[in-house]
Structure formats: C-alpha cells, structure tokens
C-alpha cells in the first residue's frame, strides 16, 4: 500500500483495525490536534470506555513560516526505532509504542492526554518535584546504553547506520548551530534587539566556541541521542514525566540532550520576568529552575557513573581518571550547546512561548537580552567549569 | 556468479577479459604474491609486452598466528570505494582502480612492482625526499575533501553510512587501543620486555590518556580515513609515491591516519639501532627520520589551512581562532595516536620488520624498549604540545 495522509475518518478506522484496544464496533471519534507542520497528530477515542489513543502520521514535507519544503517521510521510522530502543531502557519515561506502519509512516502509540506540555506548565509557574528523578533516569539510560561505554561496540557502528538521520540534522545544524550567529535570512531579530545581536555576531571568542561546538555536534557519534528534547517534547504531571517525538534522533554528542533541557529550562529563567507576580515570586522561582538543573546534573552524574561501574563494556575505560575527565567534559559541554540554545532560541527561526508570548514589549526585551547574555557567557565560559556550582555561579552573575 | 577464490589459471583469465590491456591471445602469466593473510593478490603479466595488473580478492577469513576467524568480504567493497574517491582528490598518488567484481569481491589495479615498500626501503637506510611532500598532499586532500569542512554536510552522513567498517575496526580497537595496555591473551612480549611492559600496564596517567584516545577513535566521525596508513602500506620510489589498501577506510579522527605514519616513521627511529653501521650514521638517520615528520607536519598543516580558505563550506567554521585550535589539535592527537601505534607494535600481535628482524637480540631489546619510552612519553604529553618542535623535543629527550 503506497503512502497517503489520513484524513480522521480514515485515521478512525486504522485505530479500529489496529490499536488493539477497540472494539470492531465502537463508537469512535477523532480529532486532529497536530500543528501541522510536520506531521498529523491524530487522537481517536471510544466515546463509550473513554480508552484512546494517539495516531501520528509524518507529512512528505515541512511547513514553516508559510513555506514548505519536502521531508523524508524515513523520519517517522526513525521515531519509532528510537521509541523502541528508549522503551527497553525506560518504559516508564515514554510513550507505549502500540504499531509502527512504514508505508503509512505511521506510528501508533499510548494516548498522554492526562499530561501537561512541560513549557506551558513552567510558564503557568508549576513546579515539577519529581522532574529531576525522572529526566535524569532518562538521559543517563538511553545515552549510557547506546554508547560505546555501555553497548557492544562493533553493533554500535550498526546503530549508527541505522540512525543517519540527514535532514533533521540539517535543522538542527542550520538553525542552532549557524543562522543564529551571522545574518542569515530565517533569523527573526526586532529592531531593538537588533544592536544587542550585532554584538554577538562580532564576539571572536564566542563565535570560535560556537565552532567547536557545531563540530562535535557533526562528527561525534557518542550515543543515540533523543535530539530534540525541549520542554516542549515532554509530558509531565506532578507524578509522571513522559519524553515524546524523538524524530530527531541520532547519534551525537551525549551532552547535546542534556543541553535542550538546561537550555529550556533556562529559557524559562529568563523569561519568567515577564510571568511572575513579584520581584520575590521571580527570584523564588528561578531558584527552583536553578535548583532542577542542579539536581538533574547531580543526579545524571550518579546514575550514568553508576552504569559505567556497573555494564562498563570496556576495560580501558575503567580508568578513574578517565571516567572523572569525561564526565567534566560532558557538563562543560552541555552548558555550551544550553547557550547555543538560549540564542537560536531568541534570534533564530522558532521562539519560544517562554519568552514571546510575555505581552509587555519591554518585559519581552529584557527577557530576551538576558537569555542572549546568559547564553553568551555559557557559550564562552563553558570549558572552564569545573562542576555544577561554577556553571550555575555562571547564570546567576550576569542574572540582573 | 557467487564467491569463488580464484587460483592463478582462473586469474590469469579473468585478467585477460577486465583488465583491459590484454590482447585475447596474448601469453599471459600469472604469480600470486599475497601473504595470504587476508587477501589474495596476482600479479597477472603480458610476458611480450611486458604490460602487468594486480588482482587483489579478499578471502573470506582472516589468518593470524595458525588461527583462523571469518571476516566480511565487503571490506573489498570499500576497499574499492576508498581507492575511487582518494583517486578523485589525488590520482597520482594511489594506483590506479581499474575495475571492481562485487560477486568476487576483486579488485583490478595498477600494478606497482617498480615500487619498493616503504617499510623495507627505509629499513636498508633509504631516503625519499618527495616523501613529505607526497604524503602531505595526500593527507590533506583526501581528509579534508571528505569532512565537514571540505563537502556538504548532509552527503557526508551517507558516506559515513556506506564506509560502516565494523570489523576491520574492530581489529583496530583491539590491537592498538585495548590489548597492548592490559595483559591480554593476543599479545606478544618477550621475557626481557615483561618488567618494562608490567610498569606501563600500572601507569595509570598513561591508560587515561589512551582511554581518550580509544574514545576518539570510537565516536569522532571527522573524515574518511585510509584507516592503516602505515609504511607497509605505502609503495615508493624516488620520484614516486603510491598509498595502498584502504581496506580500513572508515570515518574517524582525522589524526589517526597521520598518526600512523609518524608512528611508523618512530618506530624505524627506534629500530635504526639495529640497522646502522655507526653511531653517526644513527645520529644522522634518526635526524632524517625527524626531519621527514618535520616536513609532513609542516605542510600538511599548510595545505590542510589553505584547502580550508579556499574551499571551506562552513561559514562559523572560518573562525580564525578556531581554525588554530583545530589544527592543534589535529597535532595533539596525531602524536597521542602515533604512541599508541608505537606500543603497540612491541607488545601486541602484529610487530614491525623495523624492530623484530633486528638480529642482536640485546639491541632489539634496547630498540623496543625505546619505543615503549618514546610511546608512552607521546601519550601522556601529547595534550601539551603547542607545535611540531615541542613534539620532536618530547622523542629526542627520551633517546638515549
């Protein structure tokens, strides 16, 4: 059966055939809930049990700011891969993969409508105690056991093979790692940033850093990487966190997916001027922002530790030294990619709700020169931190 | 057609229908000079025109010290595919590819024999003058046409995908990043060596550093590598020189390849104790021989830069300071990997004509010895070395 895009009758009827929760005669309904930019995101429920669950379908092209150009449908097969894999280390994190069609590039999966969207949560001021625990369990399992450090390391190479994932790195590369530091037409800057922006494309030091980081993001084929895990890919409630859309996935640099959540939440940081009530409400939720980084750094470092000394595949490996070194270096760089982050977030093509949706123009402006000097000082500074406390230091000292 | 190894009257046939400069009746004769290790190698000879190919056809295993394992014969594949592409960057430096048999896993190519190998040249107290210059351009040309600086970015992930070279770098990790630093069954130490081997074995700066190494190794996906670039691989004259068997092409660091060459140079360094008649016709060899890495350093990294100015894909990439620290670290890592190679070549498996064929046992000892000192000296001080001087300084100072 060649591809084709469902329509909600259409999706309605493949759940019903394919879900393996409803029955033949059902009373279902569907409703389409994607954006619609890059894929169908369709949710279809039995009106009488109330089970559902989510269909979604990638789109043979991508829609952004009214253009459109083609996408390789291969993304959707990619997804579900990654979805399996996360699935064997960390059920309890993702969403149930229930079908994966590759002619339909469709993936059937576990409804997560009781959840919140994370951005929108930390914009409304909630405060997620089992955040921490739980992304940290994330990261540390999926990234350890797909390294060389945690997986045998001649299948590896076939797990790279299987992961090329050319074009949606090309939009991480694009719009994180280069338009945001030069005048590249997809930036998206207003006018008054426009001064505080030009500075930052004429910092020599920054820009070299931003080089060395889109290297490693090109060539270092570390560990099977979520790639895309903004605040916006995760479903959380007080007592649950759900990673989602890992349609990015490849293999990079491990750091890399540490960095989309510091920067996110940092993102929030920034932008929390323009929500909280209070001059005290700010700093009072902004120490809870720095204290979840605090704590999912604590807590990764432990964990994936943990599994080094625990499923370590490699002898040479073992080394103390080299273990405390290449835990360094991943700190170092996810604070430099987290600025990264926090630039392209205010610069580049997509904005952030955190951030553009403050309705106070000189709020907004502040929020956004502050995340630029934030993501600035990472960037520059990022390979000297020695541990949590001088990265966070970091923020704090140019927090105004 | 399936896989059959060809016996010399198959060759001979075989040769005289795709080699293209055979007349149908012409008195064709055929040796085969392979070390049948690997792979089986004909050389196939018109014997009134004296006109010659060589026929290369991996076996199916690989055989080391009696024992025999099964090994993929897609590396002819990218054998064949490596040899095509380092043509397009640099034709008059590796022979000529002049078909390829899939079924067959054959490869028909220029024949060398007016060239002599290089490791057996510089054994005998050969000098080759262009050498530097040849291996240079080589280096260059081929490392930077395929990395992310040189060729787009998105193509270079398919490469990546279609030079997946699992077991041949498996064969890599193991014998020069694992075994030779642990008391490992494939290694190969002699009585006298083991209370000099023993002390590496506890260094443990020395492992955290080659743990580094190894990770390099393992994750960075710079360039298209020939992956064994070693004087055994390399065919020379005078005038002329020819880089052979890319069996190992893969994508990794870009340092690896330049590595091997310096550690092959150092390792003839070493073993020149053995060979030379006087202790100046040592002193005065060994200069030679530092003076050659000098030169391949020197303009390697002048033809690498000045690749990069002119044909740079990556505009953050054109970061002056950026370009320094990467072409530093190319030197670093360069003379970190060639001390693993140094190690290696004494205390694992595979040993080196340049050392090992050393008659008097007690200077073979004392040569070996200096290359574990010079190895292990270039491992642990690698990461300081601020340019080529420095390097050579570290070699000379631990000469006795």
Known sequence: MAYYALNTEQAKEYARQHAGIFHANANLECNEIGDGNLNLVF?????????????????????????????????????????????????????????????????????????????????????????????????????????????????????????????????????????????????????????????????EQLLAEVAGLRELFLTKAEALLHGD?????????????????????????????IAKVYGNLLLNYAGQLGWQPSAEALTDYRAYLLQTIREISEQFEAKFVALWLAHGVDPIAKSTIYQERYMTRLLQQAFGFAGCVLIRRVVGLAKVADIEQISDASKRLEAQKLALTIGSALIKQHRQFDNIEEALAAVVAVTR
């Open 43 to 203: 949710i279809v429920r039995d009106t009488a049990t109330n089970a559902s669950v989510i269909l979604k379908q990638a789109l043979p092209y991508a829609k952004v700011v009214g253009e459109s150009w083609p996408l390789t449908l291969d993304r959707a097969r990619i997804e579900s891969d990654a979805l399996a894999y996360q699935a064997t280390r960390c059920p309890q994190l993702v969403p149930q993969l229930i079908a994966f069609d590759r002619e339909l590039s469709l993936i059937v999966m576990e409804d997560l409508s009781d959840h919140t969207i994370m951005r929108k949560g930390l914009i409304t001021g909630e405060r997620y105690p089992l955040f921490a625990e739980h992304i940290s369990t994330f990261l540390a399992e999926t990234l350890f056991f797909s390294s060389d450090l945690g997986m045998d390391q001649q299948q590896k190479k076939w797990k790279v093979q299987q992961f090329i994932n050319v074009e949606l790195c090309k939009i991480t590369e694009d719009l994180i790692f280069d338009h945001p530091f030069r005048d590249a037409e997809t930036n998206n800057i207003s006018e008054s940033l426009q001064p505080t922006v030009q500075t930052l494309w004429q910092d």
């Open 229 to 257: 895990l903004h605040t916006g890919s995760i479903f959380i409630r007080q007592d649950s966190t759900k990673v989602i859309d890992p349609e990015f996935a490849f293999y990079g640099p491990i750091a890399f997916d």
